[in-house]
Structures are given as structure tokens and as C-alpha cells.
């Protein structure tokens, strides 16, 4: 948690989870059917060892992103 810096896994989290790509109930994590972890340094702990699991979730949520950003200037115009 601390003597790192800017945790990338921890802030993929905390967009994730409101963006919907990553799902979360209780206190697990999923990314579709990767199971991340149960509690939220378990799942950032996952993430640092699957640089490709990370890379994959960082993708969708630009890709989710991208989409409500899309469907919100089609409501408005």
C-alpha cells in the first residue's frame, strides 16, 4: 500500500469497478472470468504478477470509456 508510488493496479481498480469492466461483489474482484482476488490488495497483488491481465483490463476500460462518452453526445445532440 505504501512505499510505492502510484499504484497502477490499485487505480485500474478504483476506475474499473464504476466503469463496470471490472466487477466487484463484496469484496472480490473479476475481470469477466479471471478471477482477480478477494480483497482489494489481493487483486492488485494479481495484477502485478498478470502484466497481461493489466494490460487487457487498461484496454476495455478505454474501450468502456469510449462508449458512455459516445452514448452520452447522442443523448445530448
Known amino acids: 500500500m505504501y512505499n510505492e508510488g502510484i499504484s497502477i493496479p490499485g ?3 478504483d476506475v ?3 466503469v463496470g469492466t ?3 461483489k463484496g469484496n472480490s474482484y473479476a475481470f469477466g ?3 482477480l482476488g478477494v480483497g ?3 487483486a492488485k497483488q494479481f495484477l502485478r504478477e498478470n502484466p497481461t491481465v493489466m494490460k487487457d483490463i487498461r484496454t476495455k476500460i478505454l474501450e ?3 462508449h458512455r462518452e ?3 453526445q447522442s443523448v445530448i445532440s
Do not use: F, Q
Open 11 to 13: 487505480d485500474l481498480l
Open 16 to 18: 474499473g469497478v464504476p
Open 22 to 24: 471490472i466487477e466487484k
Open 33 to 35: 472470468e479471471v478471477k
Open 40 to 42: 482489494r490488495e489481493n
Open 64 to 66: 468502456d470509456m469510449k
Open 70 to 72: 459516445t452514448a452520452t
